[in-house]
């Protein structure tokens, strides 16, 4: 028996089409998974799913914004019509908005409330309204598996991104308090958990990381000073944990936070 066997399962991948996403789209088809990429990008999630499908890999790119209910109707329904059923969701759709980090040297009293307000509602509702509608497909298969994605930002306090750090923070309430609410109603057959990355170099943190010239920010240099490993994370160091949090070798783990982070949220730095 493949203990972490996730072979034929269909797994829904939302933000697909980011680098994050793209790295666990990539590991769950190479699993043997039916991976749907949701995201805004067509582009991207076409060509994604046109060189899984070139491997002989199933996939499929619907086009939806994580935050727009009837979006994601339209992808449930979908998915349905052409695979009948849904096994799990990794709500990968997410980030720190430009709009949402406090600039360097900025009047903390003048903080961007509005810019906050919408990077939050991308990550904790984004994580949230997916959960809404393709859940109760999820629970019908008897071993279904939510998988979010919260931040050390929701352990530690980084500083400048409020509004980032408020809704990973959220998803970590959410995490326990829907795998309990679900865990009433359908027992151990669907199961809710989250992943907590570290600092991976990506689209949405880039410029807080690197210069123009590719060299290290201030920002980026504390980072790895207080990651214990001395390092950015590559993106397929998460995926170990995602598959496992997928399969049934995690029958058992509901509700928790799994951290992959180089060590930084138990490092003093003394
Ligand atoms: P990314 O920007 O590369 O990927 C995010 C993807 O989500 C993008 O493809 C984007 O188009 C998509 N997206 C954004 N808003 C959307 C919406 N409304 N509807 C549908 N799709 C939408 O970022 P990433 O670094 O790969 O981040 C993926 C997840 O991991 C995010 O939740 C992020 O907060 C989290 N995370 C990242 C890091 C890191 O170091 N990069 C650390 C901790 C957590």
Same mark, same amino acid.
């Given at each position: ?29 190479? $699993? ?22 070139? $491997? ?11 935050? $727009?209910? *009837?979006?994601?109707?339209? *992808? ?172 049934? *070798? ?21």
């Amino acid at each position: 028996m493949d203990l972490f066997s996730i072979k034929n399962k269909v797994i829904i991948v939302t933000g697909g089409t980011g680098v994050l996403g793209g790295s666990f789209v990539i590991a769950l088809a190479e $699993q043997g998974a039916t991976v749907v990429l949701i995201g805004q990008n067509e582009a991207i999630g076409n060509e994604r799913v046109a060189a899984l499908k070139k $491997q002989g890999k199933e996939a499929l790119f619907v086009a939806a914004n994580v935050l $727009q209910e *009837a979006d994601l109707i339209n *992808a449930k329904n979908t998915i349905i019509e052409k695979y009948g059923k849904i096994d799990g969701l990794v709500n990968g759709a997410g980030g720190n908005l430009p709009d949402g980090i406090l600039p360097p040297g900025e009047d903390v009293f003048k903080m961007n409330i509005e810019g906050m307000k919408k990077t939050m509602d991308l990550n904790l509702w984004g994580t949230i309204l997916p959960v809404q509608v393709f859940g109760p497909e999820i629970a019908k298969t008897g071993s279904g598996s939510i998988v979010n994605i919260s931040s050390v930002n929701a352990k530690r306090t980084v500083t400048r991104g409020l509004g980032y750090s408020m809704g990973k923070a959220a998803i970590d309430l959410y995490t326990k308090w829907f795998a309990v609410e679900m865990a009433n109603r359908y027992g151990d057959k669907v199961r809710i958990n989250s992943i907590m990355p570290g600092f991976f170099l990506t689209k949405q943190n880039k410029n807080l990381l690197t210069n123009e010239d590719g060299s290290l920010t201030e920002r980026g240099n504390l980072i790895i000073k207080n990651t214990p490993f001395k390092r950015f994370g590559n993106p397929d160091e998460l995926v170990g944990a995602l598959v496992w949090l997928l399969s049934d *070798a995690s029958k058992f783990v509901t509700g928790m936070d799994i951290g992959v982070d180089g060590g930084f949220t138990i490092n003093s730095g003394v």
